[in-house]
């Protein structure tokens, strides 16, 4: 077969995948016919698909790698080593260190975002991805706001708790995500009042980051309150206190600006 009618044949597969939302596959493929491809690197490659197959296919290609999940964990997230995943509170009453209880920690491969990491990515279509990933960051704010509204108007019971601590964990994926695009849209080599005009992806993403801090925050703020109530339940020497109590400070010592200190009164 032939490099063009190569190029051509993965260009319809890669829209028919990206049109089933299986990016993974999409990206293996690529690779795939990357690697037969010797002469051409992958560069060439992406720069071909559009070339050769126009718009719809690149646009499938950098939504495929832009969209495609990190190879080593869920989400962003990996199931924690000490406890593995088993040692929530609510289940058996017992608490990790390492997790403050949740069963996951964030994933060290793709620093939490659950993407793929761009050393995987063909460098050309970096900046388009950037894009990608900064919609996702938007529209994944949209549903924490509609989430936080609904977390707002409920006492934080069990069943609420879980979707707070979620809900939670859903912002620190999108840091992850913003902080990792961030050297792609704004380079450190072009000066600060450039950056600036160079482009709208820059003012967005500054502008999410503003608003997933502030829901941060927020939900920050709840978990301990939250951790707090749960330990009021419980007489002062209690064991089941005293683990509500460190998961607490577990939460309030990484994710409020104050620490332990601002841990809420009884
Ligand atoms: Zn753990
Ligand atoms: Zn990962």
Redo the contacts with the bound molecule.
Sequence with gaps: MDKRTAIKGLASKLVALAKKRDYGEAVRLFKEVSEKLHALTPNRVAAEIGHLSGEPALRALVKSFALAPCYWCKEGYM?????????TIAANGRY??????????LCMFCGGSGFLSFESVPKNILGTLAHERLKWSANSLQRVAKRSSRLRHGIIDERLSTELFDTFHTTLRITAVLDNIDPVIAPEDIPPKKRAKQSRDVVLAHQCRRVNQKYQGGFANAIVAFCQAQANRHSSESHRRTIWERRRDFYASQFLENGADQAPEE
């Design positions: 199931t924690c080593e000490l406890c593995q995943g088993a040692d990790c260190e390492v997790c403050g209880g949740y069963g996951h920690t």
